[in-house]
Each structure stands twice: as C-alpha cells, then as structure tokens.
C-alpha cells in the first residue's frame, strides 16, 4: 500500500484546512487508516482513525469537536477536516495503513505497516 498526503498549508487561528490521504496498491478496503501528527522536538502522536468500511472513527482528546476523518472508498482516500486551528496544531501531519479497528491498536503508531510522507501543517497565533 502506498500513501501520499497533501493538504497542509499556513494558516491562521480559527482557520480550517482539509487534508487529503491518496492510497494505491492493495485493497484499500482491507485497513484501517490513521492520521498522526509530529511536532518539532516532540514524539508522533495519535489524531484519528477511521476504520475500513467507514463506519468507526476515533479521535485524540485534543482534536475532538474540531476535526473531522471520513474516508471516499470509491476515490481510495481518506479525509482529516480540521476547523478551528489552534497553534498547538502545528506539525507534519502523517497518514497511516494499518490494523483492524480497534480501539486500543489505532492509537499506537508501531501498529501501522505504511505509512505516507507526511504534510506540513503551520497554524499562526
């Protein structure tokens, strides 16, 4: 499975951007796919998951009521819709392939097998 994000920009507090995740190779249909995001200086962290079929999705505390991870089946693609941008947003936002969706495996970035290149994401104050 290759993986390819986009989307990422600079904006400002409050703004939205809407970051794309383009998969190719084997079924798309077979994985759960993860977003995480990496800030300078600091470790990879969990955002949202939404599992094969669409019909399951989780998110990290902080991005909750903010963010939005759906999935286009037909197109091979996963969505992550962040509205309200805060500075703390800021990081390379990373997409991921991986586990069946559960709830304690989705969170763990060692449970992805692939992973994409990654989109800058910039929020000024």
């Known amino acids: 499975v290759q993986l390819q994000a986009s989307g990422g920009g600079l904006v400002q507090a409050g703004d939205s951007l809407r970051l794309s995740c383009a998969t190719s190779?084997?079924?798309?249909?077979?994985?759960?796919v993860g977003w995480f995001r990496q800030a300078p200086g600091n470790e990879r962290e969990f955002v949202a998951a939404?599992?094969?079929?669409?019909?399951?999705?989780l998110y990290a505390d902080p991005v909750k009521g903010r963010f939005t991870i759906s999935k286009d089946n037909a197109k091979n693609t996963v969505y992550l819709q962040m509205n309200s941008l805060k500075p703390e947003d800021t990081g390379v936002y990373y997409c991921?392939?991986?586990?069946?969706?559960?709830?304690?495996?989705?969170?763990?970035?060692?449970?992805?097998?692939?992973w994409g290149q990654g989109t800058l994401v910039t929020v000024s104050s």
């Open positions: 190779g084997r079924t798309f249909t077979s994985y759960s």
């Open positions: 991921a392939a991986g586990p069946n969706f559960n709830t304690a495996v989705v969170v763990k970035s060692r449970e992805y097998g692939y």
């Open positions: 939404i599992s094969w079929s669409g019909g399951s999705a």
